[in-house]
């Protein structure tokens, strides 16, 4: 399977407020854990309205929480 051109800060995020786990954050976005995983693993895509979830959860723009690699 190719490497998808979106990385993200999802984990170190997590990390960085109060070690939120990936339940807590699933929760809170609508989606279950799997697909969190999935997303911080790189090997799904969220949609544009999951990831603004994910940055409004953090209170950070989204550019600061996925980046997109240009090949």
């Known amino acids: ?35 969190v995983n999935a997303i911080e693993l790189g090997k799904y895509s969220p949609s544009l309205e999951v990831a603004f979830r994910i940055a409004t959860v953090f209170n950070l723009p989204l550019e600061e929480v996925f980046q997109y690699q240009k090949h």
């Open 1 to 35: 399977m190719p490497e998808l051109p979106i990385t993200n800060r999802i984990r170190e995020l997590r990390a960085a407020n109060d070690d939120m786990s990936q339940l807590t954050l699933a929760q809170r976005i609508g989606v279950t854990r799997q697909t």
